[in-house]
């Protein structure tokens, strides 16, 4: 045996090692989901995957540390990438389109485990439970930089920025209540159908957009009232005309 060889074993071991570990987490998700995370124990899980409770101590310590990855992939993961895109040098369009992408794309293609997460979070640990709601207000306040980015440069409508960050934040995460792997569509593309609906939500109509270097303007915010009240105008005279 060369010396290289020994150094090697490790690293071969280590694709067998992460299929296992991610059969372990799906079947801890499904028992969670199944029996809660107070009546689930590691026996359970190793009874599900067919090994000893010695041999899973193996892959995992405890319940603990099953249900803190599960968590953390699930918020920690999405809260960085939200914060990355709500950075990005783009306009906001692309940018709510991307996150949308992002979330609704994870809800679809781990709907278990983030229902799961949903189901559990009155039994997360203190530590993990703090983790969980920072990073929850971290997605919060990317979507909500979006959205006020977009209001102020005159793609979206003036609307309240955080009810509107909260309301596209809902819409992709019911995707996991709804969403059923194997059917006519994939994840994929039903993230794409949300990004469009979501930007279709806030978009500002190409004629009520400020034509102005500077969309907080109130030279352009006047120009946008006069337009409303030319159209009243026309609306009033046209019924006077037809009484």
């Known amino acids: 045996m060369s010396a290289a060889e020994p150094d090697e074993l ?25 029996r809660g995370f107070a009546g689930t124990s590691l026996q359970d899980i ?103 980015q977009g209001v102020r440069s005159g793609e979206f409508r003036p609307r309240p920025v955080r009810t509107t960050a909260l309301a596209v934040i809902g819409m992709c995460n019911w995707v996991a209540w709804w969403f059923r792997p194997g059917g006519a569509q994939s994840p994929d593309e039903v993230a794409e159908q949300m990004a469009d609906m979501a930007v279709s939500l806030v978009a500002q109509a190409p004629d009520r957009r400020p034509e102005s270097p500077r969309p907080d ?15 009243l105008e026309s609306v009033l005279t046209t019924n006077a005309t037809d009484e």
Do not use: C, W
Not at 10 to 34: H, N, S
């Open 46 to 148: 190793a009874d599900a995957m067919g090994m000893t409770r010695p041999a899973l101590y193996y892959y995992v310590k405890n319940k603990d540390q099953l249900l803190a990855r599960l968590v953390t992939e699930i918020t920690e993961g999405p809260a960085a990438a939200t914060e990355e895109i709500a950075g990005r040098d783009a306009d906001a369009t692309s940018k709510l389109r991307d996150l949308v992408l992002l979330v609704a794309g994870q809800q679809a293609r781990h709907a278990a485990r983030f229902q799961l997460v949903i189901r559990s979070e009155s039994e997360l640990p203190d530590d993990l439970a703090v983790a969980h709601e920072a990073a929850k207000r971290r997605v919060l306040d990317g979507f909500s930089r979006v959205v006020d």
């Open 10 to 34: 490790p690293a071969a071991r280590k694709p067998r090692r992460e299929l296992v570990e991610a059969q372990i987490y799906e079947q801890a998700t499904r028992l969670f989901a199944e």
């Open 217 to 231: 303007d109130p030279a352009a915010v006047l120009r946008l009232l006069r337009q409303d009240l030319d159209y």
